[in-house]
């Protein structure tokens, strides 16, 4: 197992900003590819963003281009989540991921947090 642990979410206004982290318990996490995916209530869990292990490739959701930014400090095992202009619809619960691969098979996931946007 690779333990995930996000942090940073809560509740902020329509336009404002948040970023969230993810901290990995193990050092070799920083060969995997990492995303964030979120799910909404009464929805499916949704793909947000991914970043290749050296954070050279990185991929985001149409919904969110231009707004989120993903970035990852291997030093530190942390993968980040820039999220800004936040609009209503992105309230949901935002998970952290890992995949050994190229991130088509995510197998490490985190508890969630939460983010909540008030119009």
């Known amino acids: 197992q690779v333990p995930l642990v996000e942090s940073g979410g809560g509740l902020v206004q329509a336009g404002g900003s948040l970023r969230l982290s993810c901290a990995a318990s193990?050092?070799?996490?920083?060969?995997?590819?990492m995303g964030w995916f979120r799910q909404a209530p009464g929805k499916e869990r949704e793909f947000v963003a991914r970043?290749?292990?050296?954070?050279?490739?990185?991929d985001y959701a149409d919904s969110v281009k231009g707004r989120f930014t993903i970035s990852r400090d291997n030093a530190k095992n942390t993968m980040y989540l820039q999220m800004n202009s936040l609009k209503p619809e992105d309230a949901a619960i935002y998970y952290c991921t890992a995949d050994p691969g190229m991130g088509t098979s995510w197998a490490y996931w985190g508890q969630g947090t939460q983010v909540t946007v008030s119009s």
């Open positions: 193990k050092s070799f996490v920083k060969t995997y590819t």
């Open positions: 970043i290749s292990w050296n954070g050279v490739s990185t």
